[in-house]
């Protein structure tokens, strides 16, 4: 190994606001946090128009500009932003032990603590009228982007634990809503679907997909197709929301980390701690459930905690073997 490799305290992977909070939280505590932005700076809020749902913006704020705010906060305290992707890693499983990262497939970072914030991707169908028109109704988070919807009718497709509740959430807000769910029942759990059958604004069409949404600029209808009977149909609605499930952001760690099935990374009880020491992870990578910018802020803060807990409690040791070593010398 190069003499040069460069070694830190701290790493953060991803700049979405856990990365962002968690490099506030370390660099406040000297941790001299590096943090590397990924793919797309910013994550998942810089997709979205204006966040009304993040507590302190009284008149709601742009999610490009709230993530601008953040990085300035964090580099404010000292944070190093690079524009970056890991693309592998190697962590030592020793208490104490560097762990390995790898940028852009070329340079090697040290890093004493690592904190995953890498988020996760929401699925889309695919469709070419769905691209068009990310941005101009069509969106994959109701509760961030259903107030724009107010009165109107939209429609829904997925029929999972994540569609049920925005379908029903939806409801509250829109004068009607269709959910769109490609076989002929739900995998939505059972209280979800009895929440979405008593909602009485809200349709469900079993054996349905999108075929196509309609508008040029923004969504004016949506072209629905009965995959049993092939029957097409097309409704006016002004959103189109996609609930089929997210990707989380972890392939790097495959083997490495413990994941769920569904590949989200497991922490430790109410901590943030990964199995490996030094490692931990917050926001939207160890998170199906919730996925709110808030709340992977306060899984960022907690990570950045974990992380000086861990050093202090690593230099402790060391000082205590130091001075044992001394008194046997
Ligand atoms: P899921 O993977 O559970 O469900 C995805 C849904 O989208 C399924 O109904 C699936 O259909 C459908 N789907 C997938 N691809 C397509 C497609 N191309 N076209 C049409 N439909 C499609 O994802 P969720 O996000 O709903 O949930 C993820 C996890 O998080 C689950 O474990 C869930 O229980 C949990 N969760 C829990 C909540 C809670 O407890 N309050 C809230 C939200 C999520 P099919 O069934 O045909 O495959």
Not at 69 to 98: C, H, N, W, Y
Not at 130 to 137: A, S, T
Not at 228 to 240: A, D, H, N, R, W
Not at 296 to 325: F, I, P, Q, V, W
């Amino acid at each position: 190994m190069s003499d040069t490799t460069e070694r830190i305290k701290c790493l953060i992977i991803g700049s979405g606001p856990a990365g962002y909070t968690a490099a506030i939280y370390a660099s406040r505590a000297d941790l001299k946090p590096v943090l590397y932005t990924g793919m797309e700076p910013g994550g998942q809020l810089t997709t979205t128009t204006e966040v009304d749902n993040f507590p302190g913006y009284p008149e709601g704020i742009d999610g490009p500009k709230m993530m601008m705010d953040l990085q300035q906060q964090a580099e404010r305290f000292g944070t190093q932003v690079r524009i970056g992707m890991v693309t592998e890693v190697e962590l030592s499983k020793e208490v104490g032990g560097i762990h390995r990262a790898c940028v852009d497939n070329a340079t090697w970072v040290e890093a004493e603590t690592i904190i995953i914030s890498t988020g996760a991707t929401a699925k889309y169908l695919g469709l070419p009228s769905e691209q068009r028109l990310r941005g101009g109704g069509v969106s994959a988070c109701a509760v961030c982007d259903g107030f724009f919807y107010k009165g109107q009718d939209v429609a829904i497709v997925g029929g999972g634990d994540t569609a049920a509740e925005e379908a029903t959430y939806l409801a509250n807000i829109c004068n009607k809503v269709t959910m769109l769910v490609r076989k002929d029942y739900m995998r939505a759990s059972k209280a979800m679907q009895h929440r979405v059958n008593n909602t009485k604004n809200l349709e469900v069409r079993y054996n349905t997909e999108a075929e196509e949404i309609l508008g040029d600029q923004v969504v004016e209808g949506l072209r629905m197709v009965n995959n049993q009977t092939g029957e097409k149909e097309e409704i006016k609605i002004t959103g189109f929301f996609v609930a089929i499930g997210h990707k989380p952001n972890t392939d790097i760690f495959k083997g490495q980390l413990d994941m769920d099935d569904t590949g989200y990374l497991i922490t430790k009880g109410k901590s943030t701690k990964t199995n490996i020491p030094g490692v931990f992870a917050s926001g939207d990578v160890q998170d199906k459930e919730y996925r709110q910018a808030v709340t992977a802020a306060g899984t960022g803060c907690m990570a950045a905690l974990d992380a000086e807990r861990y050093l202090a409690e690593k230099d402790s040791h060391m000082e205590e073997a130091n001075a044992e070593e001394k008194l046997n010398a």
